[in-house]
């Protein structure tokens, strides 16, 4: 069912691979005289802008009760789309560690795997706080990375610790969850 809260996901999944081509081609900015600042500005106008349809999608499908099933596998994926266009371009330009993005790579791919197992057997994962903190502290690093501000790669890596926390966190819910239903 297509609802404002999908539309808006729907729209952060289109956002991410046009940030992710702008932050790779900067002569869009520097061949038309522009200072090379302005690539990395409009890539950023361009996260922002998709960050922020993840708090109003979710925010307008509570307040109005548009909560869809399209909706729970729509929001998620949009959110690991953005930042992963984000991470892999801003790795690609040399601005991210190579070893903090493979590790957020693995730990997203590992933790959509288990929660695809998780529905398939009828347990419901929720996403957690440490999950939206992970998420939160994610977007801050990309923001300070793609505008080339200091303590970028400091911000990185505390968002490899929330990504590593937040996915033991979703293990452990999983296999507590399993435990319960074995008893």
């Keep these: 069912m297509l609802n404002l809260p999908n539309a808006l996901a729907s729209l ?7 940030m992710f081509w702008i932050i790779l081609n900067p002569e869009i900015f520097t061949d038309n005289g522009y200072h090379i600042t302005w690539n990395y500005y409009f890539a950023s106008l361009l996260f922002v802008l998709a960050s922020a349809t993840d708090f109003f999608d979710g925010y307008i499908a509570r307040q109005w009760n548009q909560m869809t099933m ?3 596998i729509l929001d998620p994926l949009a959110d690991k789309m953005l930042t ?3 991470f892999l371009a801003l790795m690609m330009v040399g601005v991210a560690s190579v070893w903090a993005i493979y590790i957020i ?12 197992v998780a529905v398939s057997e ?19 690093a990309i923001g300070f990375l793609l505008m080339h501000w200091s303590f970028g790669s ?14 033991l966190e979703y293990i452990w819910g999983f296999k507590n969850a399993l435990l319960r239903d074995i008893k």
Excluded: D, N
């Excluded at 952060?12 to 046009?18: D, G, H, K, S, T």
């Excluded at 790579?105 to 695809?116: A, D, K, P, Y």
């Excluded at 929720?126 to 999950?131: D, H, L, M, P, R």
């Design 154 to 167: 400091e911000l990185l890596w505390f968002a490899v610790a929330l990504t590593l926390y937040s996915g």
């Design 70 to 72: 399209l909706g729970a």
């Design 84 to 86: 992963i266009a984000a």
């Design 122 to 140: 009828g347990i419901e994962v929720k996403a957690s706080w440490a999950g939206k903190v992970k998420t939160v502290g994610q977007m801050i």
């Design 12 to 18: 952060r999944i289109l956002l991410a691979p046009f």
């Design 105 to 116: 790579i693995v730990r997203e791919l590992f933790i959509t795997g288990l929660r695809t």
